[in-house]
């Protein structure tokens, strides 16, 4: 091979590290493609199967370079151009058969049944066809690592720069031209990776330009793909009369039967909201929604709030309500750009120019960070939750379960508070199958809420609180809860009462003064500490406070109680049935098993070789502990950072690109590290143990105290916050793949082996780091991730041993 990595037919005009890159690149971009896919297709929660089966797939193709003979004889130009065409093609013709095969995974958890099985085999079908669509990437890598020799550390760079570069561009691109082109982009990146690496006369250079002529039409011809079918239980852009693909979720807009003054909003197939006809006049209102749960507040204040303001703001029917009710100074803050759109471009007309109105400021972002760079009052904050909308789009929220939300907890509920006016509220609606009996989100709000109310200085937050519930028999119920800094007044209580009997089919669950009911609701309302501890400990989910440490406010049940009943059907109309939870140990169980029978195999087919190769316990456990590790820093920080950020899209791809593009400099600064031996990696994990204790005792204070800057300052903030800690984790790879190319004759085979295992624990770390996240928080994640490391340090120091020994050893 040349310095530059050409075999000796001299055939591809790539550099290896542009090589390397680009596939990296196309790699990340089908990954966080098929997330979006999977998302709408399915549920939120069956994401996780993408990430897990993608890094399966990439380890996979590592041990297939360790046990397929003809893969270590070829040319790197060959494998490489074989592996990229047939990639290409792979992917293309998987996505036709993912986006289209009809499924519904509810059913599977329904056991016994034909339509469980049935649909438990197309789900299968899925996951293998996401996972072939990586194995070829696997291959590449492994073959350009495995063979690249002193020069490991450079193409390792270049392999994350490429990975950096396509977290930055993913998500502009998917807002342009929509999952489905952005994984034919990736096929198509490899086609031509394919190209530049085979002969121009053969068969297969003939089948990749080819492939590559469809792909080119598929990505940038005009309605070329066909649209992906969702489940049976999910709102399909079939029939929409809009459909756009956001970085938050793709939005359907549809004709609501026989009712034209209303259109449904789809959050990625699911209800979301709507966008009500609005002919401008404001006195017309009042009769849609004097009548309404969303005239609670309004009740209360006893008039128009001075300022207002709304979070989550959506297709804007709380800045309608808040018009028929005279407010005059309405900001509203809606995450999803798509659904901003709707309302000042595409149905601006429809709603009445409800965006240019004076009385509304409408702006596009994350709620908490708006809040936290507001220098004045509010008479009122408005909380829509993601199903307020209607109280049976309930069902459709369990897909949240797996997602951290900063909007629910307790700093959030105490800034909110801070940002009251004497007399002003804050208000949160929530859906509930049924609220008397199953209260899941109005009690854990509560609960959470007595705990913000205590630290902001409330004696009794008894009196700072009332709530009500809008209740049908079929279609589940809609709870309001109204927090006040100050306690209300019995006048502001008396009023509120009045305002119920406007409202058909409400009642008070609390209001300070009256007779606390015996229900769930009434008792954490209006108990005493000792009481709502009680209700707290008996009740059959967890309810307790959410903070900001481990803010996922949908998640309800224990993983040692999903993991006890795990065999038992479950009622898949109930949106808190532990579905969420059950996928993420199916993927833990699926990673383990993939782990364990090719991380075998090699000992297997090759057994004769295999076993004189040295150290191969110690190897496994390095790059084992390397895949976890890294798998517990990075997915936390994500997590951490998105309240910084202020957009959950904005953490992703911030910290994305910062972590890997400076573990890619570490990575080309490792030699150095590697010239003083065991004791470099010591100095690393040192540097490393800083970096941890700043973030347990130092980050969330200095990210707090900079909520109020812009974001150009903040991702700046950020990624000087990430950059120490990319360029430790990058040094400890190369230092390890330089070790094991050491030890024997088969160094190629040892280092695609290597690669395998710091893959498969890839896997089961991200799948880990969630679910410990959600069980002991954030922090002490990332002390565990520290230890990991350690171990990792433990094991490269009996490397060195290993191969010094053979150094002393060879003739």
């Known amino acids: 091979m040349t310095e530059e990595g050409g075999d000796e037919d001299g055939r591809s005009w790539l550099p290896r590290w542009t090589t390397i890159l680009v596939i990296s690149l196309a790699g990340l971009l089908l990954e966080v493609g098929y997330t979006r896919i999977i998302s709408y297709k399915l549920w939120y929660y069956y994401t996780y199967l993408v990430i897990g089966l993608a890094l399966l797939g990439i380890g996979s193709g590592g041990v297939l370079v360790a046990v397929v003979a003809p893969l270590r004889r070829w040319s790197t130009d060959r494998v490489v151009g074989l592996a990229a065409t ?16 009809p499924i519904d995974t509810r059913a599977i958890w329904d056991y016994g049944t034909r339509s469980s099985f049935k649909n438990l085999v197309v789900l299968g079908v899925i996951c293998f066809v996401l996972f072939v669509s990586f194995i070829g990437l696997g291959i590449m890598i492994s073959v350009l690592l495995g063979r690249a020799g002193d020069d490991v550390g450079r193409l390792y760079f270049a392999d994350l720069i490429g990975a950096g570069l396509a977290s930055l561009v993913a998500i502009p691109l998917i807002s342009r031209l929509g999952p489905p082109a952005v994984i034919l982009l990736a096929a198509l990146l490899f086609a031509l990776v394919g190209l530049a690496s085979l002969p121009r006369r053969s068969t297969p250079f003939v089948v990749g330009a080819i492939a590559s002529v469809v792909l080119a039409v598929g990505v940038f011809g005009s309605g070329a793909l066909p649209d992906v079918e969702v489940e049976a239980d999910k709102l399909g852009g079939a029939q929409a009369l809009f459909s756009g693909w956001g970085p938050v979720f793709r939005v359907d807009v549809h004709q609501v039967p026989g009712d034209d003054s209303d259109r449904l909003l789809g959050h990625d197939g699911t209800f979301g909201s709507g966008i009500h006809s609005f002919d401008g006049d404001v006195e017309g209102l009042l009769a849609d929604y004097e009548a309404d749960p969303r ?27 808040s018009l028929a009710f005279g407010a005059t100074a309405i900001e509203a803050v809606e995450l999803n750009p798509v659904t901003v759109g709707l309302l000042k471009g595409e149905f601006a007309e429809y709603t009445g120019n409800l965006a240019e109105r004076p009385e509304v400021d409408l702006h596009q972002g994350d709620g908490r960070s708006y809040l936290a760079r507001a220098d004045t009052a509010y008479d009122l904050i408005w909380f829509v939750a993601p199903d307020s909308y209607a109280a049976n789009n309930a069902a459709s929220s369990g897909a949240f379960v797996l997602s951290e939300s900063y909007l629910y907890t307790q700093e959030m509920i105490e800034e909110s508070l801070r940002h009251l006016t004497d007399d002003g509220i804050v208000v949160v609606q929530f859906g509930e199958l049924d609220v008397e009996a199953a209260p899941n989100r109005t009690s854990r709000y509560l609960v959470t809420a007595r705990d913000a109310l205590e630290a902001v200085g ?4 008894t ?13 589940g119920d809609l709870s309001t809860i109204v927090l006040k800094r100050t306690p209300f007044t019995p006048a502001e209580v008396d009023r509120y009462l009045d305002g119920l009997t406007d409202l058909p089919q409400t009642v008070s669950f609390h209001a300070p003064g009256e007779s606390p009911g015996d229900g769930i609701v009434s008792r954490v309302a209006s108990g005493t500490p000792a009481q709502v501890d009680a209700v707290v400990a008996e009740y059959p989910g967890d309810i307790t406070t959410v903070r900001d440490d481990s803010p996922f406010f949908w998640h309800f049940t224990p993983f040692g109680d999903v993991i ?9 109309e109930d949106p808190e049935s532990r579905i969420g939870e059950r996928v993420l140990l199916l993927l833990l169980a699926v990673a383990v098993l993939f782990a364990a029978a090719f991380l075998l195999l090699p000992f297997v087919v090759i057994r004769r070789r295999w076993s004189d190769l040295p150290a191969k316990g110690v190897s496994a456990a390095y790059f084992a502990a390397l895949g976890l590790g ?3 820093f990075e997915i936390t920080m994500i997590q951490r950072l998105t309240r910084f950020l202020g957009y959950p899209t904005y953490s992703l791809t911030v910290t994305l690109a910062s972590i890997l593009v400076f573990t890619g400099i570490g990575a080309l600064l490792s030699h150095r590290v590697a010239a003083q031996g065991r004791r470099g990696a010591v100095v690393v994990l040192a540097a490393l143990a800083l970096l941890t204790a700043f973030y347990q005792f130092a980050l969330d204070g200095l990210t707090d105290s900079l909520l109020d800057q812009g974001l150009a300052v903040r ?18 790879m190369p230092l390890g793949l330089g070790l094991v190319a050491r030890l024997g004759p088969d160094g190629e085979q040892y280092v695609a082996w290597s690669w395998a295992v710091n893959g498969f624990f890839s896997v089961i770390g991200s799948v880990l780091t969630t679910m410990l996240s959600m069980t002991i928080g954030f ?27 053979l150094s002393v050893a060879a003739p």
Do not use: K
Not at 93 to 101: H, K
Not at 295 to 321: W, Y
């Open 86 to 101: 047939a990639s290409a093609i792979t992917i293309a013709a998987g996505y036709l058969l993912v986006s289209q095969v």
């Open 564 to 572: 006890g009943d795990f065999l038992e059907p479950i009622a898949v």
């Open 630 to 632: 890294f798998m517990l």
């Open 458 to 461: 409330a004696a009794d937050p």
């Open 463 to 475: 009196r700072h609180m009332v709530v009500a519930a809008y209740l049908t028999e079929a279609t």
């Open 779 to 805: 922090r002490a994640v990332q002390l565990l991730a520290l230890a990991v490391y350690g171990l990792a340090v433990v094991a490269l120091t009996r490397l060195h041993h290993v191969v010094g020994g």
């Open 715 to 732: 991702v700046v903030v950020a990624l000087l916050l990430l950059a120490p800690l990319g360029l430790c984790l990058g040094m400890f």
């Open 295 to 321: 005239a609670t507040p309004f009740d209360i204040l006893g008039g128009p709030p001075g300022r207002e303001l709304i979070i989550g703001s959506a297709g804007g029917n709380e800045i309608l309500a």
